[in-house]
């Protein structure tokens, strides 16, 4: 029994919902073209993606960040080299 409860807690940790803060350079176009196409492909696996290009107008964005950033489980940046 107890292997088996183990089993079940690793699949649903595995398959847990995610909050990806997505961090890029907006003056390297592949880093924009990644950035979009990484958010896209996160959200259709059913996790939640913070990336810049979704805040809303008016949305006072330094404190938008910061609370994506502190709630984030995972931070991905694309470096542009």
């Known amino acids: 029994m107890a292997k088996r409860a183990k089993k079940k807690a690793k699949s649903r940790q595995a398959s847990a ?3 990806f803060f997505v961090s890029y350079s907006h003056e390297a176009t592949s880093d ?3 950035a979009g196409y990484l ?3 996160l959200k259709s ?13 008016g949305t006072k964005w330094p404190n ?6 502190e709630r984030a489980d995972v931070f991905v940046v694309l470096l542009f080299c």
């Open 17 to 19: 919902v995610r909050l």
């Open 32 to 34: 924009v073209a990644l």
């Open 39 to 41: 958010a896209r492909e």
């Open 45 to 57: 696996l059913g996790h939640s993606v913070f990336i810049d290009t979704e805040l809303e107008v």
């Open 64 to 69: 938008a960040i910061e609370e994506a950033i």
